[in-house]
């Protein structure tokens, strides 16, 4: 599993789990906890369960630590930024 970057407005994770049996999603959020370093009980999928678009609700982690984290792990370094547990692009 990667952190490829933004893309359209979304942080785009390649995940190495097939998306059988909710397989994938598991794998993202125990992906994303390890990234942040918390645990996975703080990682929740809000809506998308059964979609390839995933909005994730994190706590535990103050956001700016959040963005820089992530900011360090994606392919492009995209600026982004949290907002309520979703990730965005910032407009320049």
């Not at 909710?22 to 999928?45: C, W, Y």
């Not at 994190?58 to 992530?70: K, S, T």
């Amino acid at each position: 599993s990667a952190v490829l970057g933004e893309y359209r407005g979304r942080l785009k994770i390649a995940l190495t789990a097939p998306p059988i049996d909710g397989r994938a999603n598991e794998a993202l959020i125990e992906f994303v906890a390890e990234l942040l370093d918390i645990p996975k009980r703080h990682v929740t999928i809000l809506s998308g369960a059964k979609s390839k678009q995933k909005t994730l609700l994190i706590v535990g982690i103050a956001e700016a630590e959040c963005v820089r984290r992530l900011q360090a792990m994606s392919a492009s370094n995209a600026d982004l930024r949290t907002r309520r547990g979703n990730l965005f692009k910032v407009p320049t």
